[in-house]
């Protein structure tokens, strides 16, 4: 099964207590891709500058990635400066510079209509909604956001998350997006306003699942069917080089395990929030996308292995 | 099996979100006690003043406690007040008033000498040593300690960690003691000091156990033997009316679980962890030690198997 993505494909200039690096390859639908690309095909959606390279466009196309949707423009790529040094666990953004991400207005090449699953990464709820009206036939859809879209763009992204099948974000922007500091009850919140499962990551915590009566099919209208959570816990990891790009690579890990299953059951979507830890926990280990260009799925299904043991009681 | 516990028996006043409570019984050996005796015999070394009325002892000896370890002197017991109106993960003290805790010198009952765990509370170390030298024969020393003691009486602290058979502090404790950020290295500088494994609780996120290749019997001297990391989940709680003694009712569970079996092995270290879990999640439900008086061994066992199911893959 194939998962189209549309996001951000950008530079990445960045600083860790491990180092620096200087316009790497970055961006959310990047770790998405490559993350997933280990589980099922992929296909891009998103736009670049002139200063995108052929060498950048290979470390996708060498993992089997679908890029004939980056567009190529007139101008420079997304670029984002940002820091880590004053906390491992929140980037603090030195500089965003749109460039040609500005005026994105995602076309959908005739070669993706076919596509069997949609993620929609962290972009303007506008770019989410009209992206996912061109696709009415995906089997699942599956979306991120963050906290300037939920404060200034509130009304644009409740119009996404109506359609969503799972909305993928972090503690801070469910309790923000909920109004509510309570992590179970903003959840229950948020899937009153339509996703149909809410997945919540808690950075090195793991990751929690919030399943609604509406999460799987025939699922609805169970009588007394109330949420119900699930965790996927994390591995402590000797070292973090570069957080960069881990919630984009729990969500590839996530999505591209369950699009590479003939269904969607519960056992399938925990077995994915697994998956999806695995991938986060690959992501920060080096630099930019220099991990998640090298894996292997012998050494993912060990760590997923790993991680199952983690919390396992016989 | 019976564990002998030695810290605070004392009145706490407390605000939060939920209310405010004024002189409710509290402290870390009271909450510890009440946790641990849904799974063990437990016996109490503490002191209490004039205030500390029959009906404050009788919760504890309702629930089977042996309370002749509490001395009684002239004078208040220690009150603590505290605040959790910014921020319910952490508490804020607004005043400690040891009273005659500031004198506490822990007398061992003779019919207490042939406990077979021991548990010493977050308290002066020196206390601590005190306690532990005077029970050479105790199968299993578990004990706490704070950032205080941490951070000014180190080279006491040091003393205790040596003897300790599980060390049970928060994340915040754990990088102040081994100055690591990383918890994964600083758990490993830690187990190098001294306790053979280290339970660090991360409060709504769960807890994790380090293993070192002195955990378990028969572990010692294994090639390539390396720190294990095991992680019990946390569930997403409803509401959390007041934190208060939760860490002390996690420790409860977790060493009366271990005292209820016959031998410490690894899958009843894993089970402790979870019980762990389920006990600082009933302590967290009503305000002091409401919520810890009431419970039965069947509401615990099926909330054990709800953490359980919460992060089990098939």
Same sequence: chains 1, 2.
Avoid at 61 to 77: L, N, Y
Avoid at 245 to 254: M, N, P, V, Y
Wanted: hydrophobic share 40%.
């Amino acid at each position: 099964m194939s998962i189209l993505v549309v996001g951000s494909v950008a530079f990445d200039s960045i600083e860790t207590p491990h180092g620096r690096v200087d316009h790497v390859l970055g961006g959310a639908a990047t770790f998405f891709s490559l993350s997933a690309s280990y589980f099922t095909d992929v296909r891009v959606i998103g736009v670049v500058g002139e200063d995108f390279s052929a060498e950048n466009e290979a470390v996708l196309t060498k993992r089997g990635i679908d890029t004939r949707g980056i567009e190529h423009v007139p101008g420079k790529s997304f670029h984002w400066t940002g820091s880590y040094l004053k906390n491992l666990n929140e980037a603090q953004t030195l500089k965003t510079d749109l460039n040609v991400f500005e005026t994105f207005a995602p076309k959908i090449p005739a070669a993706y209509e076919d596509s069997d699953f949609l993620f929609l990464a962290n972009i303007d709820p506008v770019l989410q909604a009209s992206v996912r009206a061109q696709m009415p036939k995906v089997r699942m859809v599956c979306g991120d956001t963050m906290n300037y879209w939920i404060h200034d763009h509130r009304a644009n992204l409740e119009k996404v998350l109506v359609g969503l099948d799972a909305l993928l974000i972090n503690d801070g922007e469910a309790k923000m997006l909920a109004g509510d500091d309570n992590l179970k009850r903003a959840a229950e919140k948020i899937l009153a306003t339509g996703p149909k499962t809410l997945v919540i990551k808690h950075g090195e915590y793991g990751a929690s699942a919030f399943f609604s009566e509406r999460s799987f099919a025939g699922g609805a209208g169970k009588p007394g069917f109330t949420v119900v959570p699930f965790r996927a816990p994390a591995l402590p990891l000797d070292s973090v080089v570069d957080p960069t790009g881990a919630g984009d690579s729990f969500a590839g890990g996530f999505f591209g395990y369950i699009a590479s299953q003939p269904e969607l059951t519960p056992a399938v979507f925990k077995r994915a929030m697994f998956y999806g830890g695995v991938m986060g926990s690959f992501a920060v280990e080096k630099f930019g996308t220099e991990r998640m260009q090298e894996l292997s799925r012998e050494e993912i299904d060990a760590r997923f292995e790993r991680l199952r043991e983690h919390s396992h009681l016989d």
